[in-house]
């Protein structure tokens, strides 16, 4: 009992910062109904196109904005107050979805209307995601517990991935998908109130000229291995194999014959795998090691697309689901704990940002090329082409540690 009691204390160790502990509660409120909302529109959208390509070229418009803004975003969260710049965003996402619905509700949605919506949401989501990852900085007094807290917003954003998708599975079934929409709207009070009662100490920035600042985080990230090896990888995961997503529709009703209940299931399969990969890296006692951990999610996320390419059995492709999702999450919240921990803190948001446009960036190409290339060839090599990067690059990052590893030097 004293055991177990010590390894929940260890997990949960970051909450003890009053700040993190609300956006923890906020934000977990709020991506219920952002997952609510993307499996809403994946499903509206396939629902009214029939095309595999348009679900990649809708990913594409509501994620390609982050890697045109990032490095903006980046020098201004260095510059300006990350919580007013998260508590702007908020407003601008509530807005946006708010929009989506009433189209919806009141029929009145055509596909440019939501290529449209997804393009705001992209440019939102640029200054929205780079601020984000800099904010936990802020919010986690004590540094030894930044993994820990970067380790629990994965795991917070894996379980609404986990409940999200099975909602929106119900509701689409019970109600239409303007509901999920207006439940997301909905839901971003939460994190607004939660931005609210924070009390940021020490939101001075270092007051750089624009172009400058910008160029001194492209330098300062490049001049350090690990962070270039790690963004180096984050890109080419992103790019091939994070499209997975986009494809779950295809596979839901072409390939398994099913409905919105059965795109719930398998995006639910992912989340749970990815909660219990955040789950294994917030159970680290320490900010070291990430480099072994991150050539090896990307390697078992890999392995699970590869072997879904090949599973024609709908219980099976869920477990193999399960295992990319927790690859994947071991390699993304390894890859931002890395990063986080070996950059120089005046230049968090800056590196950040490089961050952002590894991650967030290449996904839509990959989403439009996943689209492209299902449409052609099929959703299963599609997937399968994915997964065979995903481990090539694991190879890759592994060969380069081992040239390289007297330089994984971590910030203390």
């Known amino acids: 009992m004293a055991n177990r009691h010590s390894t929940v204390k260890l997990v949960f160790r970051s909450l003890g910062s009053k ?4 956006f923890f509660i906020g934000q977990g409120l709020s991506l219920i109904g952002t997952w609510c909302q993307i499996t809403a529109m994946s499903w509206l959208i396939y629902r009214l196109t029939k095309s595999a390509f348009l679900l990649g070229a809708i990913g594409f418009t509501s994620q390609f ?6 490095p903006f975003a980046g020098v201004i969260a260095d510059r300006m107050s990350r919580k007013n710049i998260l508590l702007i965003t908020q407003i601008l996402y509530m807005i946006q979805s708010s929009t989506l ?7 009145r949605i055509t596909i440019w209307h939501l290529i449209l919506l997804s393009l705001v949401a992209g440019i939102i989501n640029g200054f929205d995601m780079t601020v984000r990852h800099s904010f936990v900085n802020d919010l986690v007094e004590n540094k030894e517990h930044l993994g820990n807290a970067i380790a629990l917003n994965s795991s917070l ?6 409940v999200g998708p099975t909602i929106a599975g119900l509701i689409i079934g019970a109600a239409g998908e303007g509901i999920c929409f207006l439940i997301n709207s909905i839901s971003f009070i939460a994190i607004i109130i939660a931005l609210l009662f924070m009390k940021i100490n020490g939101e001075e920035r270092k007051k750089t000229e624009f172009f400058q600042g910008m160029k001194e985080g492209f330098v300062g990230a490049f001049n350090s291995v690990p962070i270039k090896m790690t963004l180096f990888l984050t890109a ?8 997975y997503g986009v494809l779950m529709p295809v596979f839901a009703k072409d390939i398994f014959h099913g409905g919105p209940h059965t795109l719930g299931f398998l995006m639910s399969a992912s989340g749970l795998g990815a909660l219990m990969g955040a789950l294994t890296i917030a159970s680290k006692e320490t900010n070291r090691g990430f480099e072994r951990l991150i050539p090896a999610g990307a390697c078992i996320c890999g392995l699970g697309l590869t072997g879904a390419a090949f599973s024609s059995n709908l219980y099976l492709s869920m477990v193999l ?3 990319t999702g927790y690859g994947m999450i071991v390699f993304f919240t390894s890859s931002n704990t890395l990063i986080q921990t070996t950059a120089e803190k005046d230049m968090c948001g800056r590196v950040m940002s490089l961050y952002t446009m590894s991650f967030s960036g290449t996904m839509p190409l990959g989403s439009i090329l996943a689209g492209s290339l299902a449409q052609n060839i099929g959703a299963r090599y599609t997937i399968l082409i994915g997964g065979v990067f995903c481990i090539f690059g694991a190879l890759l990052f592994v060969t380069r540690v081992k040239q390289q590893k007297e330089q994984f030097v971590y910030q203390e």
């Open 236 to 243: 080419l995961v992103s790019l091939m194999g994070m499209s």
């Open 65 to 70: 904005p982050a890697f045109l803004i990032a």
């Open 101 to 107: 619905a009433m189209l919806v509700i009141y029929n």
């Open 321 to 323: 689901i399960f295992l």
């Open 19 to 22: 700040n993190y502990l609300l």
């Open 157 to 162: 954003f894996n379980m609404a991935r986990l």
